[in-house]
C-alpha cells in the first residue's frame, strides 16, 4: 500500500542544481529509514545517501560536500538537493524507504542528467 512518487529529475549543466522530491503515501517517521539510490547504465545500482528516524544521515563518498538530504516530516516528503553536479552524477535516481526487518518500498525511477 505505501507509494513513493519521485520528481525533480532532469537535464542540468555541469555545476548546476537539481532537488529531487519524494513524497510517501505513509508517515514518514514511520519508516526506519529512508534515502535515494542511484543506477548509471551498466553498472551496479549505488547507495548514494540514508537518513534515518532519528535524523542521522549517510553519503557515499563521491557526493560528500555536494549532495544533502533533509525531510519535511509534516509533508512526509524527503528531499536529496544535489549541487556542484558532474557528468558522473548522470543516473536513475530511486527513493526508497525501509522497515527494518519487514518491509522495503522503492519508487519508480527519475532520470538525472548532467551533460553540456
Known amino acids: 500500500q505505501v507509494q513513493l512518487v519521485e520528481s525533480g529529475g532532469g537535464l542540468v549543466q555541469p555545476g548546476g542544481s537539481l532537488r529531487l522530491s519524494c513524497a510517501a503515501s505513509?508517515?514518514?517517521?514511520?519508516?526506519?529509514?529512508m534515502g535515494w539510490y542511484r543506477q548509471a547504465p551498466g553498472k551496479q545500482r549505488e547507495s548514494v545517501t540514508i537518513?534515518?528516524?532519528?535524523?542521522?544521515?549517510a553519503y557515499v563518498d563521491s557526493v560528500k560536500g555536494r549532495f544533502t538530504i533533509s525531510r519535511d516530516n509534516a509533508m512526509n516528503t524527503v528531499y536529496l538537493q544535489m549541487n556542484s553536479l558532474k557528468p558522473e552524477d548522470t543516473a536513475v535516481y530511486y527513493c526508497?524507504?525501509?522497515?527494518?526487518?519487514?518491509?522495503?518500498?522503492w519508487g519508480q525511477g527519475t532520470q538525472v542528467t548532467v551533460s553540456s
Open positions: 526508497y524507504a525501509s522497515i527494518t526487518g519487514l518491509s522495503d518500498y
Open positions: 505513509e508517515r514518514i517517521l514511520s519508516f526506519n529509514a
Open positions: 537518513i534515518r528516524s532519528d535524523g542521522r544521515t
